[in-house]
C-alpha cells in the first residue's frame, strides 16, 4: 500500500524548494503532494518580481484551512512533513487528528514559545515589525544569507535565493505568536519527530530541543534530532539528502506507515 506524504514549505519559500524530495519520496514509493500556501503559486523568480496583491495580509488560518480542505479530500490520513512555519503547521494538524505521522523539520513553535538566542529575537522582531502594517516582507539577498542560508557560501546562497527565495507576509509569522498557534501539547498524538538545525539563526537548535521537550503524553512517540552544520535553509544545503533519508527511514519503521486510518471530522 502506497503512503501519501504532503510537504508544507514555511514563510520565503514555495513548493519549488521540495523538488528534490519529492523526487527522493516518489522513488521510495510514496505518493507526494506538496501545495503551495495562497499567493505562493509559481516561480519565486516570478514572485518576487510581481509581489501577488494580498501577499501582506495573508493569514496563517488561511492557509492551515486550505491544507486542512486538502486532507479532507484524501481517502486516509498522510504523513506530514513541514518546514519552518510549515513545520507549526505540521503540528497543528497533528493535534487536530489530520496526520497518521508528522515530521517538523526547523519548525516555528506553537504556543508562543520563545528562545533567548539574539538572532532568533532580532529575525523575528525584523518579521514582526508591527510598524510596517501589511507590508509584505521583502526577501533580499543579503538577508537570506546572513538569516536563512548562513551556511552556504556567498555563491551558493545566491543561486539558492535566485531558485527558491519567496516575498513573505508579516502576518503569517504575527499569527504564529497568537491563537492560531495554540495547540494541546499534553493529549496523545501521532508520531512527531522534530529535526533542527545546529547553526540555524530562525529556529535555533535549542527552540526546537524546547518544543521537542513540551509534548509529555509518555504513550506517543516523540523524537528530535540536531543536525550539525546546517542552518535554516537544512531542506536543500548540501547534504539534504541524508537527512531525507533518515526521515524516511524513521517513518518507515513506525506502525501507522502501514495502517490505514480513515480521516474523520474534528471539532475544535
Not at 12 to 22: A, D, G, L, T, V
Not at 62 to 88: D, N, R
Not at 121 to 148: C, H, Q, R, S, V
Request: charged share 20%.
Amino acid at each position: 500500500m502506497k503512503n501519501t506524504i504532503i510537504l508544507i514549505h514555511g514563510m520565503f519559500q514555495n513548493p519549488k524548494s521540495w523538488e528534490n524530495w519529492i523526487s527522493f519520496f516518489e522513488s521510495k514509493g510514496y505518493d507526494v503532494i506538496a501545495p503551495a500556501w495562497p499567493l505562493h503559486e509559481g516561480e519565486p523568480a516570478a514572485l518576487r518580481q510581481n509581489p501577488p496583491a494580498g501577499l501582506g495580509t495573508l493569514e496563517l488560518d488561511t492557509i492551515i484551512t486550505a491544507i486542512e480542505t486538502l486532507i479532507y479530500g484524501l481517502p486516509e490520513k498522510p504523513i506530514v512533513i513541514g518546514h519552518s512555519v510549515g513545520g507549526l503547521i505540521t503540528q497543528i494538524l497533528v493535534n487536530r487528528g489530520l496526520a497518521k505521522i508528522g515530521v517538523a523539520i526547523s519548525s516555528v513553535a506553537p504556543n508562543s514559545m520563545v528562545t533567548f538566542d539574539w538572532s532568533f529575537i532580532k529575525n523575528a522582531a525584523t518579521i514582526a515589525n508591527p510598524f510596517k502594517g501589511d507590508e509584505p516582507i521583502y526577501m533580499d539577498e543579503e538577508t537570506f544569507l546572513g538569516a536563512f542560508a548562513n551556511t552556504l557560501s556567498e555563491a551558493e546562497s545566491r543561486l539558492a535565493y535566485d531558485e527558491t527565495a519567496t516575498h513573505d507576509s508579516r502576518n503569517v509569522f504575527r499569527d504564529c505568536m497568537g491563537s492560531s498557534a495554540q495547540i494541546d501539547v499534553e493529549l496523545p498524538h501521532a508520531p512527531l519527530l522534530f529535526i533542527g538545525g545546529e547553526e540555524d539563526k530562525i529556529c535555533p537548535a535549542d527552540l526546537i530541543n524546547k518544543i521537542a521537550k513540551a509534548y509529555t503524553d509518555e504513550g506517543s512517540a516523540t523524537a528530535v534530532e540536531i543536525v550539525p552544520g546546517k542552518s535554516h535553509f537544512i531542506c536543500n544545503e548540501p547534504g539534504w539528502e541524508t537527512i531525507a533519508a533518515s526521515i524516511e527511514n524513521w517513518i518507515a519503521q513506525r506502525p501507522e506507515t502501514n495502517i490505514s486510518d480513515p480521516i474523520v471530522a474534528h471539532y475544535q
